[in-house]
């Protein structure tokens, strides 16, 4: 079965610290991977994407992700938060051509002044 | 440049009473999708249309749920009869694209309760 797992539900992080949000996924086919970000009574907002090529993704507001086929992770980083990243963080994955996109339960990152 | 727009933002329902949500995608995006978000989880996808056609639906979405996109443009998410079980954020994306996944444009959702 096809599923994504994000193992931690919250994650507290004081600002100026680096931060790790992890996700794992299960499936047999290819996959493209993508974290969207959602804050407070906003919409989700997309943050990065692997398709293919480089596994190693930059996105918006100093976030990268790296795509590790063999532990089926593609776990988020940002080296240094700040308070306006406090939010909830998804991870979703796609599987191979298929349109519908998978979500985790989501991270809810706090980060303390 | 105007995102994904859904109205209503919050609609507040009895039980029993059917319910209708409109979803304006990002013009010229030929995909549109809906998704369930309840609390502490995941949005959920619900069903997908390119240009006016459904083609998938979630197992999900049972015989109350009914999604249309008539002219390939907005597209509306009527619910039948609600029930509690109902309550939820429902949320619409769009996307440009063919081939491999395209990104997925999130409007704010619109928040539904059923008393």
């Known amino acids: 079965a096809q599923s994504v797992t994000q193992l931690d539900s919250q994650v507290p992080v004081f600002e100026e610290a680096p931060v790790e949000l992890r996700c794992n996924y299960s499936?047999?086919?290819?996959?493209?991977l993508f974290w969207y970000v959602q804050y407070p009574n906003q919409g989700l907002q997309l943050l990065l994407k692997?398709?293919?090529?480089?596994?190693l993704v930059k996105g918006i507001n100093g976030f990268e992700a790296e795509f590790n086929k063999s532990q089926t992770s593609f776990h988020l980083r940002k080296p240094s938060v700040h308070i306006s990243d406090t939010a909830e963080y998804f991870c979703a994955v796609s599987f191979n051509t298929g349109n519908q996109f998978y979500f985790g339960t989501g991270t809810s990152l706090t980060v303390i002044p | 440049d105007t995102g994904v727009s859904q109205d209503p933002r919050h609609k507040i329902t009895k039980r029993g009473q059917n319910v209708t949500f409109r979803c304006d995608p990002i013009s010229e995006h030929n995909r549109l999708y809906w998704y369930r978000q309840t609390l502490g989880q995941g949005p959920e996808f619900l069903t997908y249309?390119?240009?006016?056609?459904?083609?998938?639906k979630s197992r999900l979405l049972s015989d109350r749920f009914s999604a249309e996109r008539p002219k390939g443009s907005f597209s509306t998410l009527e619910i039948q009869r609600t029930e509690q079980g109902d309550s939820a954020m429902y949320l619409c994306?769009?996307?440009?694209?063919?081939?491999?996944?395209?990104?997925?444009?999130f409007g704010p959702g619109t928040r539904l309760t059923v008393l």
């Open positions: 994306a769009s996307s440009l694209g063919s081939g491999s996944p395209a990104t997925q444009y």
């Open positions: 249309f390119q240009n006016e056609a459904q083609l998938e």
């Open positions: 499936s047999s086919v290819s996959v493209y």
């Open positions: 692997y398709l293919s090529g480089s596994t």
